[in-house]
């Protein structure tokens, strides 16, 4: 195992993605994170114990959180009470920003959590839409998606729950408003929106992903720049919060094996 110039093992690529994942909360102020999945979870702390230091966190129920608790730890300090009303409120005026799971995802930022297969006799049923059609229209939502593969990144979803570009541009104005999807990061790199038609980018790289890996398991022609960087390597700082403080158990090995 290689080892960075102190002493400390080098970063994983579950702590690449757990930066990445964190990135997704910079500059955001003071707005609700709401993580979806493990590694979310780690990046939305680190991202409050960092450079963003405004973000709001919750216990998973009502509760805004004053401190920072490990993984699986309740709170040591509580700043305010979320209940639900309140939490909807955030919602609808952009002042949350999630960061969701995919069944699938096409190139136009459209998310399926939904179903399998035809609606009307779907061959695999899933969460059902749930709460992300509120979601993607009414505060930004980021994609977390721990095994990129070509069953996940389709050319069309087979069902619509999260609203990507075209669709939520064809509602007009009152559907993009607030409608935004800053990023997709997956356990090969990381993803976005910004070109001229909104259809997904490759940001960067995972050190040791290559472009090819990454087209190959793309259900869809993604849009590679001439020039892919590597995602940004944690900071010393940033692996002994991930390591020590956040995470201690290594529960983000699990979700991303080395």
């Known amino acids: 195992m290689s080892v960075t110039e102190t002493g400390l093992p080098a970063a994983t690529r579950a702590e690449y993605c757990v930066v990445a994942c964190a990135e997704a909360w910079r500059g955001d102020g003071e707005v609700l994170a709401?993580?979806?999945?493990?590694?979310?979870?780690?990046?939305?702390?680190?991202?409050?114990?960092?450079?963003?230091?405004?973000?709001?966190?919750?216990?998973?129920?009502?509760l805004l959180m004053a401190d920072?608790?490990?993984?699986?730890?309740?709170p040591g300090a509580v700043e305010g009470w979320l209940p639900f009303r309140q939490h909807l409120a955030l919602t609808a005026t952009g002042r949350r920003h999630v960061m969701m799971g995919a069944s699938q995802l096409d190139r136009h930022g459209n998310q399926n959590i939904s179903c399998i297969g035809d609606w009307a006799r779907p061959t695999r049923q899933l969460l059902g839409v749930r709460g992300a059609p509120v979601n993607t229209l009414n505060n930004p939502t980021s994609y977390w998606v721990p095994k990129h593969s070509a069953r996940v990144f389709v050319e069309r979803v087979d069902m619509v729950s999260g609203v990507g570009y075209d669709r939520a541009s064809a509602a007009g104005p009152a559907a993009t408003r607030y409608h935004r999807v800053p990023e997709v990061v997956t356990n090969l790199g990381v993803f976005d929106f910004e070109t001229p038609d909104r259809t997904m980018r490759l940001r960067s790289l995972h050190p040791g992903v290559t472009v090819e890996q990454v087209t190959g398991a793309?259900?869809?022609?993604?849009?590679?720049?001439?020039?892919?960087?590597?995602?940004?390597?944690?900071?010393?700082?940033?692996?002994?919060?991930?390591?020590?403080?956040?995470?201690p158990k290594g529960l983000r090995e699990r979700e991303v094996p080395a």
């Open 34 to 62: 709401s993580p979806m999945g493990t590694v979310p979870a780690i990046g939305a702390r680190l991202a409050k114990l960092t450079f963003s230091p405004d973000l709001l966190l919750t216990d998973g129920e009502a």
């Open 218 to 247: 793309t259900g869809f022609a993604l849009t590679v720049p001439d020039e892919v960087p590597f995602t940004r390597e944690p900071t010393e700082a940033e692996l002994r919060l991930i390591r020590e403080v956040v995470d």
């Open 68 to 74: 920072v608790p490990a993984i699986g730890q309740r």
